[in-house]
């Protein structure tokens, strides 16, 4: 199998030469194709990505991704939302569970769930129209895009607990209608116990009984929020991994940014970004994909941890611990 890695920026740099000494310790078959794109290859070649990048991208299987800081040009393009839409990544898995002895604001540690976010359409549809004294984003939802998310949230509830919470906002967005209804629809149809939120309700509810939920699905933007919400509900967004999957490719990504004011330093936690090597492991069908778990555990009931934990270990140092305990069990 052929990984994609794009360390990006700042402290992408950092987490992913982490994470990867933790999948090396797997000693599975992986091609490495390292690609350097984002702000600072802006910054020397006037270009952040090229279609050419994508090019090479498609030709591996997956993606493993760090963080990029948006470039400031007024005519930039995300780069993450490219690589999403040339690959049609639709869904956008991301697990909130809490790490043994962190706690988040909530002090609970009760609580597993699993964000599935649309990924494709919603108010990222890109199809945009901007004037002086008015602007427009159209947001698309379809037949099509809502089944497939839908599906793909109903298989993983049958793995889980068989329960999903469609989250939407159709007393008001007309277009959302169409979402909770393809989502119940599909529901029934695979077997799944379904029940549906309104969007300002779930974000009161996850902070109050986030034990509640199992399965979590919503449109793009609702999920983009609910999501850096439940990162207080686990203590910190540097803990929260996440994958962006489709058909045919896979994109694992930390859902932390690039965070230049601690880039460089070493300090960086690169626990999120070592969770997506656990999810790139279970898209691979790797049984063992679970130790990744239990060394993380390892790491924080023995304190290797960094200074946004309380610590005083740097990112290379949490890399080490992880990779040591996964190479003697
Ligand atoms: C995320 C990020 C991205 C998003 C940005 C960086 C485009 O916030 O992965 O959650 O909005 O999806
Ligand atoms: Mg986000």
Redesign the pocket.
Same mark, same amino acid.
């Given at each position: 199998m052929k990984l994609a890695v794009i360390e990006g920026d700042g402290i992408g740099r950092e987490v992913i030469p982490a994470a990867l000494e933790v999948l090396d310790t797997f000693g599975l078959d992986i091609e490495k194709v390292s690609l350097e794109l984002g702000y600072a290859r802006w910054e020397r070649t006037g270009a952040a990505m090229t279609e050419e990048d994508l090019d090479l991208i498609k030709e591996c299987d997956a993606v493993l991704f760090g963080a990029i800081t948006?470039v400031p040009d007024p005519n930039y393009k /995300?780069i993450?939302?490219a690589i999403r839409k040339g690959l049609d990544l639709y869904a !956008?898995v991301r697990p909130i569970k809490p790490l043994p002895g962190i706690a988040g604001v909530t002090g609970r540690s009760d609580f597993d769930f699993v964000i599935v976010r649309e990924n494709t359409e919603g108010l990222?549809s890109g199809i945009e129209e901007l004037h002086e004294d008015a602007a427009y984003t159209r947001r698309v939802i379809t037949r099509r895009g809502s089944e497939r998310i839908a599906a793909y949230a109903c298989e993983l509830a049958k793995k889980r607990d068989n329960r999903l919470t469609i989250v939407h906002k159709s007393n008001v967005i007309k277009a959302d209608k169409l979402f909770l209804d393809v989502c119940r629809e599909t529901a029934e149809d695979y077997g799944v116990e379904s029940s549906d939120m309104l969007v300002d309700a779930m974000a009161y509810s996850l902070m109050k009984q986030p034990e509640k939920y199992d399965v979590v699905v919503t449109t !793009?933007l609702y999920g &983009?929020i609910l /999501? &850096?919400m439940s990162g207080a509900l686990v203590g910190s967004l540097g803990l929260l991994p /996440?994958a962006n999957i489709g058909e045919k490719y896979a994109f694992f990504?930390p859902?932390h940014?690039s965070a230049p004011d601690i880039a460089g330093k070493g300090i960086a936690n690169p626990l999120a970004a070592i969770l997506c090597v656990k999810m790139l492991l279970e898209w691979l069908g790797e049984k063992k994909a679970s130790l990744v778990d239990e060394a993380v555990s390892h790491v924080l009931q023995n304190k290797i941890i960094t200074p946004d934990l309380g610590g005083t270990s740097g990112t290379a140092d949490v890399g080490h611990a992880v990779a040591e305990y996964l190479r003697s069990h």
């Open positions: 948006t /995300s993450l939302l !956008n990222y !793009n &983009d /999501s &850096d /996440s990504e859902v940014g």
